[in-house]
């Protein structure tokens, strides 16, 4: 059985910041984690994967913003 989906988004678009743009894989990886256990992945649709894109880039940057603070 095979399981496709994909997103109108991806980490290289140009929505998300120079600074976060191609660099969020880690992020991306653990807010994906964190949505399917609210939501089976195989239920997921374009604008779940969106959703994790867009979660994973504000993740990213609260992470980057309390590093660059200590």
Do not use: N, T, Y
Not at 2 to 12: D, E, K, V
Not at 26 to 46: G, H, K, N, S, V
Request: charged content about 25%; hydrophobic content about 40%.
């Amino acid at each position: 059985m095979s399981l496709i989906a994909c997103g109108s988004i991806h980490q290289g678009h140009e929505g998300f910041s120079d600074d976060s743009r191609g660099r969020q894989e880690i992020f991306m990886c653990l807010a994906a984690l964190l949505r399917e256990q609210f939501l089976p992945i195989r239920e997921w649709r374009c604008q779940d994967i969106d959703q994790v894109l867009l979660h994973e880039d504000h993740f990213f940057f609260s992470v980057h913003s309390a590093a660059v603070k200590c």
